[in-house]
């Protein structure tokens, strides 16, 4: 049973950072692009960040590229999110999901997901 298991989220002002991770189980992690989308209330779930297997190419949505940075650990089987420069309009509930080919930008294109976590930027 493949399972992802988000953690990290919280409350931060802005221009802080947080740090989001994903742990990965029951999949060959190697195998997979590793992708990071969020949602905000009343929004569709947008893209943010993804990383190709084997962490060669990544790939950022406009409005996030220069402050977050996507990775991996392969031997953790864990991928993260790091957030710097943290703004409002940040504020979503965070999602990583894994794709075995398609991708990286549309979630139908993701096989897994996890159940998120919040993230919640002040003023």
């Known amino acids: 049973q493949v399972q992802l298991v988000e953690s990290g989220g919280g409350l931060v002002q802005a221009g802080g950072s947080l740090r989001l991770s994903c742990a990965a189980s029951?999949?060959?992690?190697?195998?997979?692009?590793m992708g990071w989308f969020r949602q905000a209330p009343g929004k569709e779930r947008e893209f943010v960040a993804a990383?190709?297997?084997?962490?060669?190419?990544?790939w950022y949505a406009d409005s996030v590229e220069g402050r977050f940075t996507i990775s991996e650990d392969n031997a953790k089987n864990t991928v993260y999110l790091q957030m710097s420069s943290l703004k409002p309009e940040d504020t979503a509930v965070y999602y990583c999901?894994?794709?075995?080919?398609?991708?990286?930008?549309?979630?139908?294109?993701?096989?897994?997901w996890g159940q998120g976590t919040q993230v919640a930027v002040s003023s």
């Open positions: 999901a894994a794709t075995d080919g398609l991708g990286p930008f549309h979630p139908e294109n993701y096989k897994y």
């Open positions: 029951g999949l060959t992690f190697g195998d997979y692009g």
């Open positions: 990383i190709s297997w084997g962490g060669g190419s990544t």
